[in-house]
């Protein structure tokens, strides 16, 4: 049987869950439509690469990947309090996330953590990072890929489509912006 190897296109189908609590955080077990990305290019997170490389075409495997393969750990520097007038025109809700630009231009996401009178706290830590994931994994399809198929899978800033949380995607461990992948 043919093995998974770096610069291969692999498909796959997957669940993840949160360790901590069973919930599940993003699945996709349609073989039709599998997550596809080019293997060693960072499409989606560290832990899940070292899981999936040399693995068989056709294996079905559980993969546990601690918080610094995956979405890194929660970095407190990454609270940040901020004006509440710099939030005119939102209704503020704790926990919920909204999306803007950091001064350096790059796409944030945040999650509003407090409310106070003057200011509100918003946390740039990724949603997942801090969590241990487990993956249950079906190996799909690895092949070298066409000129083509690299060119699709690396104009785009991951290979994912289905992930709703940007789980599979993105190798973020320093910065919280999400992978830009959506169901």
Request: hydrophobic share 30%; with cysteine.
């Amino acid at each position: 049987m043919n093995k998974v190897k770096n610069n291969h296109l692999v498909s796959i189908c997957y669940q993840v869950t949160d360790k901590s609590n069973g919930e599940i955080l993003d699945s996709n077990n349609d073989r039709e439509n599998p997550l596809t990305f080019l293997m060693g290019k960072n499409q989606v997170i560290e832990g899940l690469e070292k899981a999936i490389i040399d693995k068989e075409i056709g294996s079905k495997f559980n993969a546990e990947i601690e918080p610094k393969d995956a979405y890194g750990i929660r970095n407190p520097e990454f609270l940040q309090e901020i004006p509440k007038n710099q939030f005119s025109g939102i209704e503020l809700i704790k926990g919920m996330t909204l999306y803007g630009q950091s001064e350096d231009g790059q796409n944030a996401q945040v999650i509003v953590k407090e409310i106070g009178e003057d200011s509100v706290i918003v946390d740039y830590n990724h949603p997942l990072a801090g969590k241990t994931l487990l993956f249950e994994v079906e190996i799909i399809s690895s092949k070298e890929p066409s000129e083509q198929e690299i060119l699709e899978l690396t104009s785009h800033s991951c290979g994912c489509g289905h992930s709703g949380g940007g789980c599979c995607g993105g190798h973020h461990k320093e910065h919280s912006d999400g992978c830009g992948c959506h169901s």
